[in-house]
């Protein structure tokens, strides 16, 4: 039994015969799992440059060509420049959905690059129009496509290479991605060392693709955080669990679990990032990859709010961030595969009535990761945030039953997320492979209608 018994409910076939729609069992990564679980089919448009590299991935993945139902559906269209070819894109898509198998995904890579400026001939006006209406093929595909299936759009700068697109086509088409819908996300071409200096990470072994990774994990004794503490370790990473004091013997489960360590430390203390950098620096002498999820809330209406409240969601979820981010960027204990990875959340991106203190230091996140980005990658780290939306934990159970239904099913999935997804999408981001993947936000949400 899930949390969410109407799901659990549905799955029921005298429940389907009364006309109840089947909510779908998603299909999410397991040890050992392969990438897909049935055929899939690649194309592209024009002279896309990524649809044999991804075929050859694929086939490096045990992934059979075939008839019938296909797992996957993989479109290169980073050559597309005109109307004629969407035309084409709907050409391959139409009778390629049909097949889509349940749990099935669909990904299409589109062209990148700068915008047409003002002295823009009317090709670049054409190309960039046709480069947006990808977006919005992807984003209705992903609306159109059922059961547990997904649509994602990864837009590839011109001169990136070919594997500089590997770690996200293997997430999107995996398990790991399944409450990741109607996302775009841009890659570019990754700067400094494509794969870790040190040589340990190996993002094509699936079991442990973060091996060797010293990960830090902020809010790590419950919820989102332990997830994450839980995935990252079962992929390989050495994981420093952090939380407050007050948690310490949850944390200590975790740390013992995961086989890591925990540090038990108010992240807002005004020695908080020094103590951190020390046991880093003591343990590990670097970090891999630092995952900022520790947040709390403090609702109330903007004519109600007090400073207290305001202050103590601003000082967790956003000053403690800045600070330690600071002290990464200007020391030398962030790695040159270094990767920052912020938890925003989607009330940071459409806002939420009662929450103005963590709408903005949600969407002040959301700021962090954009700003320092291009800074970061000439070193060859990275800096991302994930925003999730519904997603199963104690907060959410706690909710008024309405609401709680409400939150759950008005995404395109039609339920909610686990904590193991925002877990899953942070260990991709995680990846020295995932060089090219920086400055961006991606929402963990099954397409929630929220911000969208
Ligand atoms: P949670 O409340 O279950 O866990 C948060 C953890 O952070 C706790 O263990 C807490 O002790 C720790 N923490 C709080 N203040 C700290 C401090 N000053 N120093 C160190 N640790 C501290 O929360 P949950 O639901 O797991 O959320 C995790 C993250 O995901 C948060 O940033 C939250 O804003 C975000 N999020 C959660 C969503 C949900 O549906 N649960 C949706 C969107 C975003």
Redesign the pocket.
Known sequence: MSNDAFRDLSQNPLIQRLGVPRIPVLRRHTVGAPLLDGPALVGSVGSGRFADPVRALLKDADVPDGDGRLAAVVLDATAARTVDDLAAVQEFLTPAVRRLAPNGRLLLLGPGGAPAGPAAGTGDVEAAAVAQALDGIVRSAAKEVRAGATANLLVVDPDAPPAAVDSSVRFFLSGRSAYVDGQVVRVATPVGPARDPIGMDDPTDDVHPLAGRVAVV??????????IADTLARDGARVVA???P??GE??AGVANRTGGTALA?????AD?TGRLLAHLAERHGRVDVMV??????RDKLLANMDADRWNAVL???LR?QLAINAALRDGDLLSDSGRIVC?????GIAGNRGQTN?AAS?AGVIGMVRAPAPGLAARGATINAV??????????ARMPLGTREAGRRINSLRQ??L?VD?AETVGWLGLAESGGVTGQVVRVCGQSLIGA
């Open positions: 902020t809010g790590a004794a419950r919820g989102i955080g332990a997830a952090v939380d407050v007050a948690a949850a944390l430390l108010d992240i807002t203390a908080a900022h999820n520790a947040g709390i809330t000082a967790v979820n403690a938890v925003a959340s989607t009330s963590y949600k925003a999730p939306g519904f997603i199963e934990t104690e907060m959410t909610g997320g904590p925002v």
